[in-house]
């Protein structure tokens, strides 16, 4: 059974940068894309971008271009999301998903991680 | 961006019910839709893929239909386990997210 296992809860200042993690286990990493999800609180879902391991291929939303990373390490099956320049709305639980089919980003996902929350905040 | 509106925000329902959830896409997605429940401070659940296939282990009262730039989620009989919290996803070209329908207790 697949498990996506994130990092624990993150309180940053405005500015700053905040680095989040998802290993994976029970599954093969490589060749299934992971991608990032936000949720806001009390709102909706907001996917960021995603990853395939293998080719470290990446796509970002166009909101986020620039100002985010992400990056996998095949060797521990986990892969990360940095986020820069932190804002106040940039509060939110966020969550990896794995993608249920491989090679593609641009798919629906049938795994989570539990979300991590950060929280920006003077 | 391919933009996905979905309606209504908020539903209220009672157990027994068949609920309607619309989702609209900005152009054409094909079948790229899913949807996935979601229950207060979870992860959201794959419920449907490809606008109409059912996931695995998901009871049949969910059903998923449309193509094009239309689609619904269609709850029949709805159970106790069921209200929830519903989002609709595109992943023709990256993925957008609708705002979500709650579904709420009549």
């Known amino acids: 059974q697949v498990q996506l296992v994130q990092s624990g809860a993150e309180v940053k200042k405005p500015g700053s940068s905040v680095k989040v993690s998802c290993k994976a286990s029970?599954?093969?990493?490589?060749?299934?894309?992971i991608s990032w999800v936000r949720q806001a609180p009390g709102q909706g879902l907001e996917w960021l971008g995603g990853?395939?391991?293998?080719?470290?291929?990446?796509k970002f939303a166009q909101k986020f271009q620039g100002r985010v990373s992400i990056t996998a390490d095949e060797s521990t099956s986990t892969a990360y999301l940095d986020l820069g320049s932190l804002r106040s709305d940039d509060t939110a639980m966020y969550y990896c998903?794995?993608?249920?089919?491989?090679?593609?980003?641009?798919?629906?996902?049938?795994?989570w991680g539990q979300g991590t929350l950060v929280t920006v905040s003077s | 961006d391919i933009q996905m509106t979905q309606s209504p925000s908020t539903l209220s329902a009672s157990v027994g019910d068949t609920v309607t959830i619309t989702c609209r896409a900005t152009q054409t997605v094909g079948s790229w839709v899913a949807w996935y429940q979601q229950k207060p401070g979870r992860a959201p659940k794959l419920l449907i893929q490809?606008?109409?296939t059912l996931q695995s282990g998901v009871p049949s009262r969910f059903s998923g239909s449309g193509s094009g730039t239309q689609f619904t989620l269609t709850i029949s009989s709805l159970q106790p386990d069921d209200f929830a919290t519903y989002y609709c996803q595109q992943y023709k070209a990256d993925s957008t997210f609708g705002q979500g329908t709650k579904v709420e207790l009549k």
């Open positions: 990853i395939i391991p293998l080719f470290n291929t990446t």
């Open positions: 029970g599954g093969t990493f490589s060749i299934f894309s």
């Open positions: 490809t606008a109409s």
């Open positions: 998903a794995r993608a249920a089919g491989s090679m593609n980003i641009d798919l629906f996902f049938d795994y």
